[in-house]
């Protein structure tokens, strides 16, 4: 157990609607990262929060946005969502978002779009 | 821009024997870390082992281990007295100190494809 927490485990909608993943960090960790992992795009980096800041930004399409929360956890918003979207979404945390620190994942969240 | 390369889709490996996990990289920065990852098949993501670029010494962490060779810019795992347990996807990923330095941007970690390895009794 990373100790990195997701919530739900499972999550099954429609095309073209709204979901939020939600995550909370180890407890003392001040950085949250988002990866979506699908089989034909392999695990990919979606964003990055440091502190209720948003610092990187990586592969993350326009329909998505997150944020991070006074509480440090942190909500990835899903919208007009697509098939393509089914994916493993994981969020990973660290202690202060240095390059070079270990993330340690949470257990996903395994959205499919029907 | 920064790049993994895992070149084993899969590997069979009879238990008990060691295992080798190859992964290169590619990055013109100077300061990076490299990470090995393993995904069982439910599915979470459980961190291995980490290897910083100026480490002089390989990294160690009870039976893995990382054959890390700077000059040929590869980070092998190796798993010693491979149990049954060790059956999963493993991952290699890199992140570089100063995302911008090879052109790539990002400011994650960067994975590798994966092999999936299946220990054997």
């Known amino acids: 157990d990373s100790g990195v927490t997701q919530t739900p485990k499972h999550l099954i909608t429609a095309t073209g609607q709204r979901v939020t993943l939600r995550c909370s960090p180890r407890?003392?960790?001040?950085?949250v990262y988002w990866y979506q992992q699908s089989l034909d795009q392999g695990l990919q980096f979606l964003i990055q929060y440091y502190n209720g800041e948003e610092r990187a930004k990586g592969n993350i399409l326009e329909r998505f946005s997150a944020q991070q929360f006074p509480d440090l956890h942190s909500e990835l918003n899903l919208s007009s969502l697509e098939l393509g979207d089914s994916a493993l979404y994981f969020c990973?945390?660290?202690?202060?978002?240095?390059?070079?620190?270990?993330?340690?994942f949470g257990p996903g969240t395994r959205l499919l779009v029907l | 821009a920064q790049k993994i390369t895992q070149t084993q889709p899969g590997m069979f490996v009879q238990e008990k024997e060691a295992v080798t996990l190859d992964c290169t990289y590619d990055?013109?920065?100077?300061?990076?870390?490299l990470f090995w990852y393993k995904q069982p098949s439910s599915g979470e993501m459980i961190f291995l082992i980490y290897?910083?670029?100026?480490?002089?010494q390989n990294a160690t962490e009870g039976r893995y281990s990382l054959n890390f060779q700077k000059a040929r810019k590869s980070a092998n795992l190796v798993i010693s007295a491979s149990q049954l347990g060790d059956s999963a996807m493993y991952f290699c990923a890199m992140r570089e100190a100063s995302p911008g330095y090879s052109g790539g941007g990002a400011d994650g970690l960067t994975f590798g494809k994966g092999t999936h390895l299946i220990i054997q009794p």
């Open positions: 990973a945390s660290s202690i202060s978002g240095g390059t070079l620190e270990t993330q340690y």
């Open positions: 290897q910083g670029s100026y480490d002089q």
């Open positions: 407890s003392g960790d001040l950085s």
């Open positions: 990055t013109s920065d100077p300061s990076y870390g």
